[in-house]
């Protein structure tokens, strides 16, 4: 049987969606790859279908016992041969299976990786046909990823000890630079074809707005969006309370979600919320798994979340119908603040081996420095995200806030020197903040306490307004010509294309809105 047959007779579809055909092609080329797709996207497909075509067996490499018995389950039921081989057997299930497997009546093994390396399950391997092993939720291998599996790092050792390299498929749903050359090398991909695709929610609208009174911004988005149904995210519950009263107390038929209420108050929310008793829903992020309403039209993000997958997971619930939808983003430096404490008392880590601490540490202000750009660029929003899952945007998406604006591109190449030169002048010691009060030449006792309003640039920008400095020196920042250090104190410090600004070798230059911080055609 050829694919489109497989499909069709095994799975019932009649045609290939997204990236599944050019996987399935690469992998019986005999090529490595490795899919890039969201979840739901369909990945089981690429090697499930392959693995009826190749001769001999496919290993499927999976971190959940659920997960297998679920695949196991379907795949039986549509009349392929599959095993599943985990701890959830007992010692003579597994060996009953395993001789089954010898006599070659699997195609499909699921297997978990913390087998892969034990003596029973090696001799088999080593004497059966091994055509390929697929690794599902492959950023498991990753310590950069949110779910690490230690038993990941053994599958290549187990693939060296083959008498044959079979053909390595690797699929995963997160993929951001990070995750990915930790994929390609820990999983020892060879010459491998990296397709990433299906990001992209082209009907979603998004935007990042700075309003001084966010809850007056929320509630003037939900007055012009009457009888729509849509999410507030909210970073704290204490902030869900507030905002679901306020809410409530303005007249809005809102509910909420958060982890500190009763089980029972939750699933009555959740279903107020779904069968559009209370189309608004004000949540933290506990709200949304397993969620499919389709009619969301908004969310709405009361504060910065975390980094950019807890972003596009939560603003992905908008428009699950493919009708266009909104995602706007409130955005206060405070959020910045509230995050690093997050992330600095997270008690998750506390488990970890301080040195692994200190690397998730690391990582997570890494993820919140980009969520944090996301919240400050100029250029198309959608084209940051996509760019950030690894999958090439257009630049110009049409349909994002930026996008929308129009801007001028302006020089700033003095500002921009006088900036840096503040930095260096003080000795690469302070915080944003300093730096912009000292160019502006605020006179506060912090600054005279620094000797700030004795440093050579105090007060050289006094005339441009507070705004637009912050603008530039984000700016600076997003294209490194600063950098900020990942401390619980953030410090600006020089780079390289530092020198280049204050030597005159580099002019900068920056998109900026004409009309600040505001959408198109909306009254605030
Ligand atoms: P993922 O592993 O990427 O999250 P799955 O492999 O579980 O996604 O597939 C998600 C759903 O999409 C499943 O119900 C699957 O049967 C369905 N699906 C997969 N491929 C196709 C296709 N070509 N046409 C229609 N439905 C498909
Ligand atoms: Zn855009």
């Known amino acids: 049987m050829n694919k489109y047959e ?26 490595d790859v490795l899919g890039i ?30 997960l297998m018995k679920d695949q196991v389950g379907s795949l039986n039921q549509a009349g392929i041969h599959a095993a599943y081989l985990n701890s959830s057997l007992t010692p003579g299930q597994y060996r009953k299976a395993l001789s089954y497997a010898r006599q070659g009546r699997y195609p499909i093994i699921y297997v978990a990786p913390e087998r892969l390396l034990t003596p029973e399950f090696l001799d088999f391997a080593r004497n059966a046909r091994i055509s390929m092993v697929a690794v599902d939720e492959a950023h498991c291998v990753s310590q950069w990823g949110q779910d690490f599996r230690p038993g990941y790092l053994r599958i290549a050792d187990f693939i060296r000890e083959l008498p044959a390299r ?3 498929s690797a699929f995963t749903a997160t993929a951001t630079r990070e995750v990915r050359d930790d994929i390609l090398e820990l999983l020892d991909l060879r010459d491998p074809a990296v397709t990433s695709t299906g990001f992209d929610r082209g009907n979603l609208y998004f935007a990042v707005e700075t309003p001084r009174d966010r809850y007056g911004a929320v509630k003037g988005y939900i007055e012009e969006h009457s009888g729509e149904s849509g999410i507030v995210y909210c970073l704290t519950r204490k902030q869900v309370d507030e905002v679901c009263g306020h809410l409530i107390r303005d007249g809005f038929p809102a ?31 506990a709200f949304g798994m397993g969620i499919d309403k389709s009619n969301v039209r908004f969310v709405l993000h009361y504060g910065m979340p975390k980094n950019i997958e807890s972003y596009y997971q939560e603003a992905g619930r908008a428009g699950r119908d493919g009708e266009p939808a909104e995602c706007i983003l409130y955005y206060s430096g405070q959020d910045v603040i509230t995050n690093r404490l997050f992330i600095e008392n997270n008690r998750d880590n506390l488990e970890l081996d301080p040195e692994t601490a200190e690397l998730v540490r690391g990582r997570d202000l890494d993820r919140l420095k980009k969520m944090t750009f996301y919240c400050c660029t100029n250029e198309c929003l959608r084209d940051y995200i996509l760019r950030y899952f690894g999958e090439y945007g257009s630049n110009y998406c049409g349909n994002c806030a930026n996008c929308r604006k129009e801007f001028e591109t302006a020089e700033v190449t003095e500002a921009a020197r006088i900036m840096i030169g503040c930095v260096k002048a003080c000795g690469q010691r302070y915080g ?6 000292t160019v502006r030449g605020a006179e506060t006792e912090k600054l005279r306490q620094y ?5 050579p640039c105090f007060g050289s920008l006094s005339r441009v307004p507070a705004y637009r400095l912050r603008q530039i020196m984000n700016h600076l920042l997003l294209n490194g010509y600063l950098e900020t250090t990942d401390g619980s104190y953030s410090v600006v410090k020089l780079t390289e294309r ?3 600004v204050l030597c005159g070798a580099e002019t900068v230059t920056m998109k900026m809105a004409k009309e600040p911080e505001r959408r198109p055609g909306k009254a605030r």
């Open 37 to 66: 797709m969201p979840t739901g996207a369909g990945k089981s497909l690429c090697y499930q279908i392959p693995a009826l075509m190749l001769d001999g067996i496919t290993l499927v490499i999976s971190p959940l016992i659920s």
């Open 6 to 31: 497989i499909l069709k007779t095994y799975f019932g579809y009649d045609s290939f969606r997204g990236a599944q055909e050019i996987l399935i092609d690469q992998i019986l080329s005999g090529r």
């Open 451 to 455: 000797r700030m309003t004795e440093n």
């Open 166 to 168: 079979p053909v390595v």
């Open 432 to 437: 944003i903040n300093v730096i912009l009060d």
């Open 255 to 285: 509910t909420r979600y958060h982890a500190g209420l009763s089980d029972e108050e939750r699933r009555k929310n959740q279903e107020d919320f779904i069968y559009d008793r209370a189309p608004l829903m004000v949540a933290t992020n």
């Open 498 to 500: 530092s020198e280049d």
